[in-house]
């Protein structure tokens, strides 16, 4: 702990907010500096994650372990990522998402037992988050990932630590010593937070989940987003909110689908090109679009290619 926030429990409760807000917006401003590592992390994930198998898995304890639940749990309703394709490894189960289990942490066993029952592969992306970077169960389950091939993330605070020396991918989020000495749920947290939302989201835009910035895989779950999804799909297709509403409902609502129908599309042109296009809408657009019935050549699942995306839309579509 700095010393200048020694006295901090003495000062007046402004001036201790104040210099906790501060904190706060250093424990963003450290996240700057591993924007590119992040980007150059998301691509890999990402090209790792475009086979079907691919699985997100998440692994921290206590407040670290929370954030990246967090993290995990919002990627199904903002881009559709499938429950069967992300798995949890927090240090004392699941439970210690509402209570504190402090010793789980130092269970290094646990850690590994994690790893190897979830039979990491290839495919998979383990992120590991601690602001130590020393956690035991945390620092096993990453290694242990690392031997079943699986590409590893670290996100750690601390330069050199352990965890960020056993994973591919290190982000180190250097927010200094805290305000309240030992309280990581304060800059080392708020800047975990940051950092997992910056790579999460990156991955889910380098697989077509977004489409000039719209949530084109949410899931229009209740009304609030049933509304966001059918103005969605009137700015995509131009056209008005009934057509919109209208072809959401024949898409099954599905977002990428209808859009292609307010286009003029049929549905089975819409799915087999949506298919052969990797499921990217910028692609689909780009390649069915004057030729609807035409089947492109199918994206290589791994690469992400377009090579068979040729064809253009009419003008004035999709634009």
Known sequence: MSQRFADLDAWPTSDAVMAMFEGQLAAAAAVNSQVEALAQTADEAADRLRESSGRIVYVGAGTSGRLAVLDGVELGPTFDWSPERLLYGLAGGMDALTRSVENAEDDA????????????????????????????????????????DALTIAIASNAGAPLLLAAEHPILLDTGPELVSGSTRMKAGTAQKVALNLLSTAVMLKLGRVYKGLMVDMRPSNQKLRSRAISTVAEIGGVDAAAARAALEQAGDDIKVASLLAMGMDIESANRCLAACGDNLR???????????????PVEPSSGRRDGCTTRLPPGRGS
């Open 283 to 297: 692609v689909a657009i780009d390649s069915c679009g004057d030729s609807p019935h035409a089947l492109p050549a």
């Open 109 to 148: 066993d646990s850690g590994r037992a994690f790893a190897a029952s979830a039979r990491l592969n290839r495919s998979d992306v383990v992120i590991g988050v601690s602001a130590s970077g020393s956690t035991p169960f945390t620092l096993a389950a990453v290694r242990e990932a690392s031997s079943a």
